[in-house]
Nanobody, 112 residues
Framework: VQLQASGGGLVQAGESLRLSCTAS??????MGWYRQAPGEQRDMVAT???????NYAVSVQGRFSISRDVRRGTVYLQMNTLKPEDTGIYFC?????????WGQGTQVTVSS
């Protein structure tokens, strides 16, 4: 499974960004985004199942929204009211059966 992510960048606090990630296959059970800040572990930001059930980290609830286009195999992460603590490398993640796949990561930097 190949994952192609895009949409990162440098923004100021309070602004928005939209990440997208397209998988090379369809029928994935779970798609989502993880974030890794410098010197820290990779943490879940948001996930969405094939049935549309979503799960968010507490720190992004009410500000971020995850969605997916099942037909296109694409997952989106709309990030609003960004904060400096949202800075990090965002990795697209999908699960196919019992196997996890990761995208190459896209940098998001939020300046104060």
């Amino acid at each position: 499974v190949q994952l192609q992510a895009s949409g990162g960048g440098l923004v100021q606090a309070g602004e928005s960004l939209r990440l997208s990630c397209t998988a090379s296959v369809r029928g994935l059970s779970i798609m989502g985004w993880y974030r890794q800040a410098p010197g820290e572990q990779r943490d879940m930001v948001a996930t969405i199942t094939a049935g549309g059930h979503t799960n968010y980290a507490v720190s992004v609830q009410g500000r971020f929204s995850i969605s997916r286009d099942v037909r296109r195999g694409t997952v989106y992460l709309q990030m609003n009211t960004l904060k400096p603590e949202d800075t990090g490398i965002y990795f697209c993640h999908v699960k196919r059966g019992t196997v996890n796949y990761w995208g190459q990561g896209t940098q998001v930097t939020v300046s104060s």
